[in-house]
Every structure is written in structure tokens, then in C-alpha cells.
């Protein structure tokens, strides 16, 4: 729309501009020819009784110069005909023209001594006049002047006529060459190019079965014959694998996004799966009066925007992006990723009193302390709890009506934030399949009883047919803390909780990334940034490098991390000026007290501890603060030597798992913290106690000086296993189990 306007103004521009020169052009050159032609019939006129007049002055015939002057105010424009002496006197002058001449008698006169015989123009009587003098000699040598007064009003009118005219064309050709230009760019340009996106668009989310694109020929050509190439290569390839997805389906092989849509569709039957979490998967900010997309750091999104794109479906989630609601449509909805969509989102907005006392206050000075044993002291408000109540309330009107029209819905719950919502949901929807992932690790039932609503959180997540925890140790810690908290009927044998009539199973599926190994026959692997070039770019030198990525959160042992460092450069001091360590750190809730300390306390470690062995060229750790895509996080991952992640307790920790997808060089060496979910999987990694800084110092120094055959085989056996149980794997057994419990839980309560 913008190329068509522009089009049209500059082509209504220059023609304006032609036409209005062309136009004064013409109309000087018109006025310059009816001046002309009166001054031309003037001459003739005062030529023709030229001697007549000498004659009467003469012979002072004043009446003879009377009739004279009377005869010649009857042509053509002429008004009439004056007569002076030489000392400028009017001897006689037309009878019509008297009364106008008594009147301006003094300006006329001005002008005739003044001009002598030029031609000139003057207002008379509201009229336009053009004088003509013509000087005559008597004979004695007296002078006397005729002077022809001409009203040329009618030029100005005509000019007028011109310029009106060439208004009116000029109106004239701007709608025709508005309308031919839109028309023009219509035909030509935008419905072909509207034709080709859709059917581009259509092609790439498998919505379209023709090769052949929607045009032909002429300008696009070249496009076209494109176009039918990728169309006949991208279809041919789809329909491979969606032939191997479904052979797969049936024997034990390996997951795919296709195999996983497969399986999704056969399991649920098609519907949709509805997917509800705190953080979204995409946020729009304005960048000036743009409006731009991106992905929010964060292991959640990792994990689920894979599904979501394979599976389809609704994910619910708090619009927290700046221009989120400006992008949206009435209904809060918008179809995402946007160069590919492939499910909607849908956006809850919360007020900033809700944010500040549901997700900072309860969630996140509460429940994520009361979770994570990093001696951090939960903080529970009364008027938190109630925003937290209220949220989920707002939560679950938003999903039930997401899901007012599916029968039997699958709806999965992501983690702390929303312990409420199950029990919301099933209590209005008792038909629907409902699931809760608790991304987070579950504590004993003693430090669970801290929470002054501990036991209305219980209830509310046995509204669920299925609770997933990323381990059996938190599955068993969550039946001992329902045990404790509430009567009900606990079946350890198949990990199930019996409450009123509905029953409520307990499993562990470790959630993991969306990973497969490169195909051996493929091309050739991207290759590996250089280190050097890397460090450059930052102004450092080192010989060996260490990486670790994070939010900034006092869980992660990210200041036990840098006092690794320090320790390893003391115990090792051959290292100093050699290893460095790459802290990537995404700022997070900077609103909470404890962040803001712990994030001050954590720079003034890394300041003291570069200070201490400061060098030229050369830093211990750099530490850098900020959000960063994934582009910029998996470089840093390909040059690592080895990979920190030193969590004093995790649920998983999806840093590990994504560093091993990202070193398809089978290079580096992963240091796990014992306390992260992901060591139960990884046991091919240094696994250490991050409170032990000797035994993680010493961890370094053995990544460094391992032989490169077993690096490679430790990772190799990472690889294997990151590949075997990927994000695919973890959505398929997740959805296939909460399938599955439902129907036994008709058959259990005899529906």
C-alpha cells in the first residue's frame, strides 16, 4: 500500500508539475498577444483620424472634434477617445468617457507627463484601461496629443478561463491516474505477488497440493520457474516424512516433529492441544513505530514452542510484551510464530497490582524459594496469596472458554504458577483431560509445610489427571507431602492419589530439547567459530575457555561458580592469562529484594576476583550481562572447552542439554551439579557438588587436560542420549499418558 501511494503522488507530482509550467508559460504568452493585438488595433485607429483631428484643431473645430470623438467610443472595446494640448490639458474627449476621465483626471494625467507616448495600463471606473497615446504637430509648431483609452478587463477574464481549465484537467487526471495506477499495480503486482505468498504460505504449512504457482510468464518468470522447482522438492520431501513418521508410529524408533504431529493426531484425535503457562512464547516490543517479535529467554519456552508448532493448538499465557495487546485481535489471540504460523496464542492481560502480587510476590517469593533448597527464606503475604487466587481464577475463565467448544480437551499446565487452576478447571469442566508439568523440583513435606496454604495448593493440583515431575525423587517427595497435608487414598504402587471419586497419577518424565543428530550422509556440519575471533571481538586472549548460561537467580551457583574460578587459578596457577570463564547472564525479577542483592553481591565477586589477577589482554571471567538470542548463546557453546552448569538445585536445567545438542563436534566437556535433575540423565558428565569448591576446581582442571578420546566418548554417549529422549519423546509419552489415565479413570469411577 505504501509502494502504490507512493506511486501515485509521484505520478500526480510531476504531472501538476508540467501542467501548471505548461499553463503559466501559455498564459504569459496569451496575455502578451491580446496586449499585442490591442495595441495593434489602437495604432490602426489613431492612424485612421489622425489628420481629421489635425484638421479640426487647426481650424478649432471643437464640435467637429466632438462628433470626432463620439464616433470612434462606439468600436470594438474602445471606450473612447481624448484629445490634449501640449501642456497636458484635455481639449476634448469622448462623451462617455468624460465623467471617468473628470474623475481620474489628476492620476491620468500624471501618467501621460510622465510615460510621454509609451503605451500604459490604469484602473478607471472599476475597469482595466489601456491608453494609447499618439503625438501630432499643428502647423505654427504647436503639439497636441491623442490619446485611445481601450478596456482590456476581458484579459484577465480570459487568462482566468485558462487557469480554470487547467484546474479542472488537472482534477480530471489525478482520479484517472489514481484509478489506472491502482489498477494497474492490482492486476499486475499485488494479485499475482498476494497469490504467490498464500500459496507460499499454503505450501510450507502443507495446506497446498499444486507444484505449479499461481502465475506465469512475463516479469515473474524467473520467480515462477522457482517457485515450481521448490514447491515439487518441498512437497516430495514432506510426503517422505510424513510416510516415515506413520511406519515409525508403530515400532520403538526415533521422534521427529512429523512423528510427533502423527502420533498427536492418532492419539487425540485430532483435537487441539491446549498448553497454559505464565511466560509466552513470543513478546512484541516497539522499537521506535515498529513493533518487533521475539522469543523470551527461558527453558520453558525451549521446550514447548517445538510441540505447540508440531502439534497445533492454543497456548495461554500472560501478555506481558509492551505491544502484545496491539497485535492481537478482539479475542486476544494471534496466530504464532509469525514467519510460520503454526498455533494461536492467547494473551491474558494482568494488571500491574496483580503482576506485583501474584508472580513476584507469591510465586516467586514464595513458592520458588520454598522449592529450591538455596537456604533462601520463602516469604509468604496474605494479600499475595489473594492475587495468586485471582490470577488463576482469570487463567481459567480464559482456557474455558479456549475450550468451550472441544469435547474431552487435552489441556497441559506448566509449573508453580498455576497449583489453583486444575482444580478450577475440572470443577467446571469434569470432562476435561488435564495435566500439570512442575518444571521445578518438589521438597519434602517438612519444608513443603512452611506454606501457610499448603494445603489448598495440594488440592488444587489433584484437580489433575496426570502431574509430571522431571524426577521419581520429586514424584515421591509430592505423595509424602499429600500424605501429610490432606486425607486421601495413596496407591505407592502405581503412584496415584485417590480423592473424592478422581483419581490423580504421579509420574516422572524429564523434560528434554528439541534434538537430533546430524544425518551422517548430510552435508557437511556448520562450521565451528573460531575462538580467537570470538575473543577478539571482546578484546581478550585466552588459550582455554569455560561458558556458562543462566538467568540471574541465587539457585543457579552462579556465585559458587566464580569462586570456582578462582580456586582453580590459585590450585593451578600454570592457567592464569590462559583460561578464561563466559558468564551469560539474563537479567531476572530485578523487582524482588533478594535478585537485586544477590546481583550486586555477584558483580563485586567477579570484579574482585578479575582484579586479582589482572592482566593485559586477558580477564578471568566476563561476565556478560544482558538477554541473548540463540544464535549468539550457541556460538559461545560451539568454542567452550568445557560448560559450567553449577545449579545448587534444579529441576532439570536445560543449559546442560543444550550445550550437548550443540556440539556436534563431539568437543567439550559438561561440569553438572549433582543437584540438577538433568544428572540423572547425563551421567557422562563431571558430576559435582557446586557447595564443594575444591572438588569443582579440580573438575576443571580434569575437562582441560582430558584426552580428546574421552571427551569425544563422553559426549558421544551424551549425544545418544539426548537423541533417544528429546522434547518429541517427552510431549508423546506426556500426552499419550494423560490419554490413557483418563480412560482408566472412567473405568475406575464406573463412567
Keep these: 500500500m505504501r509502494i502504490t501511494l507512493r506511486l501515485i503522488v509521484s505520478l500526480i507530482v510531476v504531472v501538476v508539475f508540467v501542467a501548471l509550467v505548461s499553463t503559466w508559460v501559455n498564459v504569459r504568452q496569451e496575455k502578451a498577444k491580446l496586449y499585442e493585438e490591442v495595441q495593434s488595433r489602437s495604432a490602426l485607429l489613431a492612424e485612421s483620424f489622425k489628420e481629421s483631428v489635425r484638421n479640426n484643431l487647426e481650424a478649432k473645430n471643437h464640435a467637429g472634434l466632438q462628433k470626432l470623438a463620439d464616433k470612434f467610443q462606439s468600436q470594438k472595446q474602445l471606450e473612447g477617445v481624448a484629445i490634449y494640448d501640449a501642456a497636458g490639458a484635455r481639449i476634448i474627449s469622448s462623451s462617455a468617457l468624460t465623467p471617468a476621465l473628470a474623475v481620474n483626471r489628476e492620476a491620468v494625467n500624471a501618467l501621460l507627463k510622465k510615460r510621454q507616448d509609451e503605451t500604459l495600463t490604469c484602473v478607471m471606473a472599476d475597469k482595466i484601461m489601456f491608453l494609447y497615446p499618439i503625438s501630432i504637430t499643428l502647423k505654427g509648431g504647436e503639439a497636441a496629443r491623442i490619446v485611445l483609452f481601450t478596456n482590456v478587463s476581458y484579459i484577465d477574464y480570459d487568462l482566468f478561463k485558462i487557469w480554470k481549465r487547467t484546474l479542472i484537467r488537472l482534477l480530471a487526471q ?56 521448490l514447491a515439487t522438492n518441498l512437497q516430495a520431501a514432506r510426503h517422505a516424512a510424513q510416510n516415515e513418521a506413520r511406519l515409525r508410529h508403530e515400532g520403538e524408533s526415533l521422534w521427529t516433529p512429523e512423528r510427533l504431529k502423527e502420533h498427536i493426531k492418532i492419539t487425540m484425535g485430532g483435537r487441539p492441544l491446549f498448553v497454559v503457562s505464565n511466560r509466552e512464547p513470543y513478546m512484541h516490543l516497539k522499537e521506535g513505530k515498529d513493533i518487533r517479535t521475539i522469543m523470551p529467554a527461558g527453558g520453558l519456552v525451549t521446550a514447548l514452542d517445538p510441540i505447540l508448532k508440531a502439534a497445533g493448538g492454543t497456548w495461554v499465557a500472560h501478555g506481558s510484551g509492551e505491544a502484545d495487546f496491539e497485535v492481537t485481535d478482539e479475542k486476544n489471540r494471534i496466530k504464532v510464530p509469525p514467519e510460520e504460523p503454526a498455533y494461536s496464542l492467547r494473551r491474558v492481560p494482568l494488571t500491574k497490582e496483580e503482576e506485583d502480587g501474584y508472580y513476584y510476590g507469591f510465586s516467586n517469593e514464595g513458592i520458588w524459594p520454598l522449592c529450591h533448597i538455596a537456604h533462601i527464606r520463602p516469604i509468604f503475604r496474605k494479600e499475595d496469596w489473594k492475587y495468586y487466587y485471582d490470577v488463576n481464577k482469570k487463567f481459567s475463565e480464559t482456557v474455558l472458554e479456549e475450550i468451550e467448544e472441544v469435547k474431552e480437551p487435552c489441556v497441559l499446565i506448566q509449573d508453580y504458577h498455576f497449583t489453583l487452576l486444575p482444580g478450577m478447571i475440572k470443577a467446571a469442566r469434569p470432562d476435561a483431560r488435564v495435566a500439570v508439568f512442575w518444571h521445578i523440583p518438589w521438597p519434602n513435606p517438612e519444608a513443603f509445610g512452611i506454606c501457610p496454604w499448603q494445603k489448598e495448593l495440594v488440592l488444587g493440583l489433584l484437580g489433575a489427571d496426570l502431574i509430571g515431575f522431571q524426577t521419581q525423587f520429586y514424584c515421591n517427595n509430592f505423595l509424602d507431602t499429600v500424605d501429610r497435608t490432606i486425607e486421601s487414598r495413596i496407591d505407592w504402587e502405581h503412584f496415584s ?26 552435508k557437511t556440519p556448520a562450521v565451528k567459530p573460531e575462538p ?33 574460578v578462582e580456586r582453580f587459578l590459585e590450585k593451578y596457577p600454570e592457567y592464569v592469562k590462559k583460561f578464561t570463564l563466559i558468564q551469560l547472564g539474563a537479567p531476572s525479577r530485578t523487582h524482588i529484594p533478594q535478585y537485586h542483592g544477590f546481583l550486586a553481591e555477584l558483580h563485586a565477586e567477579v570484579d574482585r576476583i578479575n582484579w586479582k589477577f589482572k592482566a593485559k589482554d586477558w580477564k ?127 473405568k475406575l469411577t464406573g463412567v
Design 174 to 229: 489525478m482520479i484517472l491516474i489514481s484509478l489506472v495506477t491502482l489498477m494497474v499495480v492490482k492486476w499486475t503486482f499485488v494479485n499475482p505477488i498476494t497469490q504467490m505468498a498464500e500459496w507460499m504460505k499454503n505450501l510450507r504449512i502443507g495446506g497446498s497440493h499444486s507444484h505449479v504457482p499461481p502465475f506465469k510468464g512475463d516479469i515473474f518468470a524467473p520467480i515462477a520457474e522457482e517457485a515450481t522447482t
Design 620 to 746: 578471568a571471567i566476563i561476565f556478560l550481562e544482558k538477554h541473548h538470542d540463540r544464535r549468539e548463546i550457541t556460538k559461545f557453546y560451539k568454542i567452550a572447552d568445557a560448560c559450567l552448569v553449577t545449579s545448587l538445585h534444579d529441576g532439570m536445567n536445560l543449559v546442560a542439554k543444550e550445550f550437548v545438542a550443540a556440539r556436534e563436534d563431539l568437543g567439550g566437556v559438561l561440569i553438572l551439579s549433582r543437584f540438577a535433575g538433568a544428572s540423572r540423565e547425563l551421567k557422562n558428565a563431571l558430576i559435582v557438588n557446586p557447595y564443594d569448591i575444591e572438588q569443582m576446581a579440580d573438575a576443571v582442571y580434569y575437562s582441560l587436560t582430558m584426552s580428546k578420546a574421552e571427551i569425544e566418548e563422553r559426549m558421544a554417549r551424551m549425544r545418544q542420549n539426548l537423541h533417544e529422549n528429546n522434547i518429541y519423546k517427552w510431549a508423546a509419552n506426556l500426552t499419550e499418558e494423560l490419554v490413557k489415565l483418563r480412560m482408566d479413570d472412567f
Design 532 to 564: 580467537r575471533s570470538v575473543l577478539k571481538e571482546m578484546g581478550l586472549k585466552a588459550e582455554y575457555l569455560g561458558v556458562s548460561v543462566d538467568r540471574i537467580d541465587y539457585t543457579k551457583g552462579m556465585l559458587e561458580r566464580v569462586k570456582t
Design 497 to 522: 492419589v485417590q480423592k473424592e471419586g478422581h483419581i490423580t497419577m504421579v509420574k516422572p518424565f524429564p523434560i528434554s530439547v528439541a534434538f537430533q543428530q546430524p544425518d551422517k550422509d548430510g
